[in-house]
């Protein structure tokens, strides 16, 4: 299975964002998600999604974030509200573990 992200871009503080996610193949029951990797930083944690849509979060992201999964479509997104310059980053998705990723999309948030 590979994964291919869209949906990157160049927002401004505020301002709001979709990332998409797609699987080249049936995601089954694994579990999907999304990370990112800050300039000059480590990939970390942003959100997962379960088969069960059990949603999980980082405490940053709490309230901001939204992620959505459609088994039928083998689709993840992220809707991203009120982004900050500190969201900046590439976001990759994943699939299941050991986890499968996808390319990686650019977000930009500048003021």
């Known amino acids: 299975v590979q994964l291919v992200e869209a949906g990157g871009g160049l927002v401004q503080p505020g301002e709001s964002l979709t990332l998409s996610c797609i699987a080249s193949g049936s995601i089954g029951t694994s579990e999907m998600g999304w990370y990112r990797q800050g300039p000059g930083k480590q990939r970390e944690f942003v959100a997962s999604i379960s088969s069960s849509l059990w949603a999980n979060y980082a405490e940053s992201e709490k309230g901001r974030f939204a992620v959505s999964r459609n088994d039928a479509q083998n689709t993840v997104n992220l809707h991203m509200d009120s982004l900050k310059p500190e969201d900046t980053g590439v976001y990759y998705c994943?699939?299941?573990?050991?986890?499968?990723w996808g390319q990686g999309t650019q977000v930009t948030v500048f003021s």
């Open positions: 994943y699939l299941g573990f050991p986890p499968v």
